[in-house]
């Protein structure tokens, strides 16, 4: 059994976070860094989500959910 941690920066601060690719938050982006539904996919630390939440919260907007994983090693065949 092997396991593997993706290394990257988070879209929204540019902070350097390690997680699991198929779990993180994420955000579309086209190649001028905007959000685009067919952009490709970046990942969001788990501050801003939580910032992002508490600003969704205050909105009475659905939470982002975060799985348990997202920031765990990630399992590979």
Request: proline share 9%; glycine share 8%.
């Amino acid at each position: 059994m092997a396991y593997m941690m993706v290394v990257g920066k988070c879209i929204a601060c540019h902070a350097m976070i390690t997680f699991n690719a198929d779990l993180v938050p994420s955000v579309r982006v086209g190649p001028d860094g905007r959000p685009s539904p067919t952009g490709h996919r970046e990942p969001v630390c788990w501050n801003c989500v939580n910032g992002l939440n508490a600003k969704r919260a205050r909105a009475g907007m659905p939470l982002i959910t975060i799985h348990k994983e997202a920031y765990e090693p990630q399992e590979v065949e």
